[in-house]
């Protein structure tokens, strides 16, 4: 088989590791997933063992040690709600919850201009850190 091809004869392969027909019948049905469309990857779940995602893990790490007076979170508008719900439920402030305001894949503004839009209507002038919200640490 290719290199690029995903399976070869010594059955179904992922990436350069081959599962074995144990670990594909662990799988979860097709349809296990179905709630989680639509959600921002930020907010899916962080590990198969618990309901905290991605961003909560986040959260709890930046709330726990106080390093920062501010944090603020932008998103589309399509995906507003999610974190708003999430914003609410986690002690995050509501209105750290910038809308960017856009609705498609082709308007969105990328995280420069994310950036400059906090700047520009939260008047921030100190120092800042920013971090992909679908971005995992240990």
């Known amino acids: 088989a290719s290199r690029g091809d995903l399976r070869d004869s010594r059955g179904p392969r992922l990436g350069a590791r081959r599962l074995s027909t144990t670990s594909l019948a662990q799988l979860p049905p097709s349809n ?5 469309k639509g959600v921002p990857k930020a907010l899916l779940p ?8 991605i961003l909560g893990r986040w959260w709890e790490e930046v709330n726990t040690r106080k390093l920062f007076s501010e944090v603020f979170l932008v998103t589309n508008a399509n995906k507003y709600k999610y974190y ?5 439920a986690n002690d995050f402030p509501v209105e750290n919850i910038i809308n960017d305001g856009t609705t498609t894949y082709d308007s969105r503004m ?21 971090v992909a919200g679908d971005m995992l640490f240990s």
């Open 46 to 53: 962080a590990s198969q063992y618990g309901v905290q995602s």
């Open 110 to 130: 990328g995280s420069v201009a994310d950036l400059e839009l906090v700047l520009r209507t939260k008047k921030h002038d100190t120092d800042i850190m920013v």
């Open 32 to 36: 296990h997933f179905e709630q989680l």
């Open 84 to 88: 708003e719900r999430w914003a609410t």
